[in-house]
């Protein structure tokens, strides 16, 4: 094989496992941590309408409505 062809492939083969092995972030937002169920509820997250209200986020956290009488 000629060495040009050698040397390209070898380019190629780095450039996919670069590619593939690489960290992914496929949230680019900055976290922000949700103590409430109205910090839950401003992030849009999902509003169940039990009673009282639930807020679940995106890792599963359930947060309740609080109610005043």
């Known amino acids: ?3 040009k062809l050698l040397f390209f492939l070898f380019v190629v083969v ?3 496992a670069v590619a593939f092995l690489a960290p992914k972030s496929n949230d680019s937002s900055p976290k922000v941590e ?3 169920f109205e910090e839950c509820a401003k992030a849009g997250n999902l509003i169940m309408e039990s ?3 639930q807020c ?3 890792e599963g956290v359930l947060f309740l409505e609080t109610l005043t009488q």
């Open 56 to 58: 679940r986020t995106k």
């Open 51 to 53: 009673y009282p209200r």
């Open 1 to 3: 094989m000629p060495k």
């Open 14 to 16: 780095f450039l996919f």
């Open 34 to 36: 949700i103590k409430s």
